[in-house]
């Protein structure tokens, strides 16, 4: 199975900061990620697929990056809205895998 | 607009089985492959299975791989998720979902507690 680690687990910051959040997979899987924001209660959104692609409808602070077995998430311009926990899946090979999350909070 | 919405969640004891439906509209749901994800209370997010739009091809994972059965009927626009063999640990929301290439709809999820 691939292993995603992801990093770091929690992260302050505020508001305008710039932030990035690294996921790391056991084996190549080329670019196929993607990178997910959860609020409390509520399901999973994507951010972004096939590792840089932006999601409809995702503002464009968002970005990520990277190929194999090396992706990041960069949020330019930190929004109240962006305080949430976020993920990185794998979807290259089954059992598709998550990383363990990323909570962002207020400093 | 597309909806995906899960019920059957519930309370069972260890050692029961509960079915999962999630109901499917907004979307063409037959040319569709399907996920199941589960999130245990306070934890990160489990893939646990998927379906091809036909249903030729299912994978699960290992936690669940011979306990949990998904499945499809493409004529009623509704997935299903068979689990058996109830552990305490399979206490979680679960959500359908339909996140191949560019699309992403998740339901709400449906809570499902094992706990004698």
């Known amino acids: 199975d691939i292993q995603m680690t992801q990093s770091p687990s929690s992260l302050s910051a505020s508001v305008g900061d710039r932030v990035t959040i690294t996921c790391r997979a056991s084996?190549?899987?080329?670019?196929?990620l993607g990178w997910y924001q959860q609020k409390p209660g509520k399901a999973p959104k994507r951010l972004i697929y096939?590792?840089?692609s932006l999601q409809s409808g995702v503002p464009s602070r968002f970005s990520g990056s990277g190929s194999g077995t090396e992706f990041t998430l960069t949020i330019s311009s930190l929004q109240p809205e962006d305080f949430a926990t976020y993920y990185c899946l794998q979807h290259n090979s089954y059992p598709h895998t998550f990383g363990q999350g990323t909570r962002l909070e207020i400093k | 607009e597309v909806q995906l919405v899960e019920s059957g969640g519930g309370l069972v004891k260890p050692g029961g089985s509960l079915r999962l439906s999630c109901a499917a509209s907004g979307f063409t749901f037959s040319s569709s492959s399907m996920n199941w994800v589960r999130q245990a209370p306070g934890k990160g997010l489990e893939w646990v299975s998927y379906i091809s739009s036909s249903g030729s091809y299912i994978d699960y994972a290992e936690s669940v791989r011979g306990r949990f059965t998904i499945s499809r009927d493409n004529a009623k626009n509704s997935l299903s998720l068979q689990m058996n063999s109830l552990r305490a640990e399979d206490t979680a929301v679960y959500y359908c979902?339909?996140?191949?290439?560019?699309?992403?709809?998740w339901g709400q999820g449906t809570l499902v507690t094992v706990s004698s």
């Open positions: 096939a590792a840089s």
């Open positions: 979902a339909n996140i191949w290439g560019s699309v992403d709809y």
């Open positions: 084996q190549g899987i080329r670019i196929d």
